[in-house]
């Protein structure tokens, strides 16, 4: 048994999942040098919420950011999280934009880009996985994990071999909602080994506790690596504390080989800054607990606050349980939808209109019936021809790749951004943030004409005109 590799999520899902991915890249920049002495097998740093994040709150350019971090982990194969055709925007996005996106990802500094697809359909990866091969990246697709009838093993290992047949170069169990249980993990990914060729990471969250067991027993299953989180940014919806994984392994067949004294070094410098955090308001310590409530409801620990939100909005915090119990209805309705974003707020809101309205389907979302029609790919389990005509109507269903409906659309873009671009990758920023991005450039463009301005007036001081 080689030894397990360790992906890092401290600067990328660790403070997504704890503080709405708020960490900023000035307080990232002094850790790094140590950080890259670990020798992690990747550092996951980019995709996912960061580069929403980054031009909506912080006003930072996150190809910026990706270009600092690259500088500063000269030594670190650098991870990315990709939404197969949605990149990381909230639409499916011609294939040219994809493209496009892939090649100055990898330009700008991605090693490693972990791609994925809600529904787990297979089509809406394709496209990602030839860009990222054609520009040399190492592409992991992964899998989102889910519970429920539809979801056996020989669901995943089904879907693992078509994922090894397009080009994938390693496969990820995505367990976002911290839905696994340890022996489940342990079983599934030995049958996913036995199954495939290519190697298998697992993704799991700590919410419901169980993250730490779920590790080792895939570990003990043949698992190749493993995400963790640095332990002040661990635990609650984080991941499994990396310090903990390694010191576990030490000395065993699976040893990490990662130095317990640099980590601690690391874990320090994160220490101050999660005491900022808690400090400010920013980290709420109810994000650490532990709340068993997904599994109990197969509800991830997200959609669950959002359900609650919006009945408490209604005045109806009364009819929670109804609601959890319409979910599961909704969701076999609409073909076994994994329950991750986005698919479990369409289906969440859905499940709340259905029992406030007091008759199912009175009240129908555009975003359900986007899902029904077929604008988010094939689901699961196919949907039942009447009940699609019931929703949708007269619309003519999709059947094929949904982005084989999208003309090509970064010429277009191109123009429309034409005003505020100052590097090609703003066009990117545009196309996935529309308007935030706008905002962005703009108060880019008047911090520079500011300091430009200053400068002018300190030349006419110093010499005179």
């Known amino acids: 048994m080689a030894k397990i590799g360790i992906t890092e999520t401290v600067i990328r899902d660790a403070h997504q999942s704890l503080i709405a991915t708020r960490m900023t890249t000035e307080e990232m920049l002094p850790v790094l040098p140590l950080m890259d002495k670990v020798g992690f097998h990747s550092v996951e740093c980019w995709g996912g919420a960061t580069f929403d994040s980054c031009l909506r709150f912080l006003n930072e350019d996150p190809w910026e950011r990706l270009r600092t971090l690259r500088k500063n982990l000269p030594n670190s194969k650098l991870q990315m999280l990709f939404r197969g055709q949605n990149m990381l925007g909230y639409r499916h996005y011609a294939d040219d934009v994809l493209e496009y996106f892939v090649q100055k990802s990898v330009a700008n500094g991605i090693d490693i880009i ?87 990471q697992l993704h799991t969250h700590y919410t419901s506790g169980l993250a730490s067991m779920c590790l080792l027993k ?46 601690t070094e690391i874990r320090d410098y994160f220490m101050t800054l999660r005491k900022k955090y808690i400090e400010s308001g920013l980290l709420d310590p109810k994000m650490l607990a532990v ?79 986007g899902v029904v029609r077929g604008e988010y790919g094939q689901t699961p389990t196919p949907i039942d021809p009447a009940f699609r005509k019931k929703i949708i109507g007269d619309a003519e269903p999709i059947d094929c790749r949904p982005a084989d409906l999208l003309e090509p659309e970064l010429e277009k ?53």
């Not at 994925?116 to 899998?143: C, M, P, S, W, Y």
């Not at 078509?162 to 030995?190: F, H, N, Q, W």
């Not at 299953?221 to 994984?245: K, L, R």
């Not at 390694?246 to 067949?253: K, R, S």
């Open 114 to 200: 972990r791609i994925f697809d809600a529904l787990n359909d297979v089509r809406n990866l394709e496209t990602a996985v030839k860009a990222a091969k054609k520009e040399g990246a190492h592409t992991q697709i992964a899998i989102s994990y889910t519970t429920g009838d539809k979801f056996t093993n020989e669901y995943f290992v089904d879907y693992a071999k078509r994922i090894e047949s397009v080009g994938a170069d390693s496969i990820c169990l995505k367990d976002m909602a911290a839905l696994l249980t340890p022996y489940r993990a342990g079983e599934l990914v030995g049958a996913l080994k036995k199954a495939v060729k290519i190697p298998i």
């Open 218 to 263: 895939a570990i003990e299953a043949g698992v190749d690596y493993i995400d963790t989180a640095m332990s002040p940014m661990a635990n609650g919806t984080s991941h499994t504390p990396t310090e903990s994984m390694v010191a576990a392994l030490q000395g065993t067949e699976y040893d990490t080989g990662l130095d317990l004294k640099l980590l």
């Open 291 to 369: 709340d068993a409530n997904a599994l109990i409801y197969q509800v991830p620990g997200g959609m669950l606050s959002n359900l609650l939100s919006q009945l408490k909005q209604a005045g109806k915090e009364d009819k929670l349980t109804e609601v959890l119990q319409e979910v599961p209805r909704v969701r076999k309705d609409a073909g076994d939808l994994p329950l991750v974003t986005p698919t479990s707020q369409i289906v969440g809101t859905q499940a709340v209109f259905n029992v406030l309205m007091g008759e199912r389907y009175k009240m129908v979302t555009k975003e359900f019936k």
């Open 413 to 465: 873009l191109k123009k429309e951004c034409a005003e505020w671009t100052e590097q090609e990758e703003d066009v990117l920023s545009y196309a996935q943030f529309g308007q935030v991005a706008v905002k962005f450039f703009e108060e880019r463009r008047n911090k520079k004409y500011n300091i430009d301005s200053k400068h002018s007036d300190y030349e006419n001081k110093v010499h005179p005109v």
